[in-house]
C-alpha cells in the first residue's frame, strides 16, 4: 500500500492505519530507534509510541512521506528517552552533537523555520557530492546516531578510518556551508 493510501486510513481514523504501516515501516522505525537506544525493549516502545504519535498527528498532518516523517518521529521519541537515561548515556548524544557543533550551527540558534530548511537543503547537497561509502557513514552517525565501531563493522573497514573520513567530512561540510553562506 502507498503512502497517500495509508495516510487516508489514517484520515479516515481506520485502526488498519497502524498495521499498514509497521507492515510498510516498522523495520525502519525499530531501526532508527534501535541506533540511538542500543537497548531492544527500549526501542520496541519508542516503535509502539511512534505508532500512537502518528495516530495523533495525522490528521490534521498529511505527510507526502510517511516513512521519512514516521522515522522523524521515531528518533525524536528514542533520543527523549536517551535523555532520560544515565550520563554516560547522554554524554553519547552530546559526543555525537559535538562532532556536528564544529561546522553546523546548533538549532538552538537556528530558530526560524527558514533558515532551518535552507540548513537541510545545503547539507543534502553536500552528501549527493560524496561518494555513497560517506554519504551512509554520515547519515548512520549523524542521523541514526551509530558508533564508529558500528559502522565500521558494517562496511568491514577499520573504525579509525570511519573517524578519519567523518572528521575531514566535518571539515568539508563546515567549509561547504561557510561557501553557501549559512554561518556557523
Known sequence: MDDISIVEL????RESAIK???DKYGGAFFSVSYGVLRIREDAEECVNDTYVKLWGAIPPDKPGNLGAYGCRIARNTAIDRLRGYTAE????????????EECVPGTDSTAEIVDRIALSRAISVFLSSERPERRIMFMRR????????????????????VRATLKRM???LREFLEKEGITV
Not at 489514517?10 to 481514523?13: A, D, F, G, L
Not at 548515556?89 to 556536528?100: C, N, S, Y
Not at 562496511?155 to 578510518?161: K, R, V, W
Open 20 to 22: 499498514e504501516t509497521q
Open 142 to 161: 549523524y542521523f541514526y546516531m551509530e558508533t564508529s565501531r558500528d559502522i565500521a563493522k558494517l562496511l568491514h573497514i577499520p573504525d579509525a578510518t
Open 10 to 13: 489514517y484520515c479516515q481514523r
Open 89 to 100: 548515556k547522554r554524554r553519547h548524544e552530546e559526543d555525537i552533537h559535538a562532532e556536528l
Open 170 to 172: 566535518r571539515k568539508r
